[in-house]
Nanobody, 119 residues
Framework: QVQLVESGGGSVQAGGSLRLSCAASGRTFSPYHMGWFRQAPGKERESVAA????????YYAESVKGRFTISRDNAKNTVYLQMNSLKPEDTAVYYC????????????WGQGTQVTVSS
């Protein structure tokens, strides 16, 4: 079983950038498709971005296209989410997910990392 641990969250002003990391342990995560989800207070969890096993396919929610970039380093068992031009509406807890389906819909979850964007 893969365990996922997110890091890199924090507080930033609108227009700023953050880079989230999700490190996998327990076994290699290269067989998994990986995704980032987020959940804002009072809202349902939503998919933000996803990347296939080999990194050749990606998916982005319309709300983050052109601003967020997902990438993975299978040698380091880590997936990243580079977030630029952040907006207050990006404020949420961000979760990493490993799934055998693409794009990921459920499966193995990390504990989440808080991102807060102030105006």
């Amino acid at each position: 079983q893969v365990q996922l641990v997110e890091s890199g969250g924090g507080s930033v002003q609108a227009g700023g950038s953050l880079r989230l990391s999700c490190a996998a342990s327990g076994r290699t995560f290269s067989p998994y498709h990986m995704g980032w989800f987020r959940q804002a207070p009072g809202k349902e969890r939503e998919s933000v971005a996803a990347i296939s096993q080999g990194g050749f396919s990606t998916y982005y929610a319309e709300s983050v296209k052109g601003r967020f970039t997902i990438s993975r380093d299978n040698a380091k068992n880590t997936v990243y989410l580079q977030m630029n031009s952040l907006k207050p509406e990006d404020t949420a807890v961000y979760y990493c997910n490993a799934d055998t389906r693409f794009p990921p819909v459920s499966g193995i979850w990390g504990q989440g990392t808080q991102v807060t964007v102030s105006s």
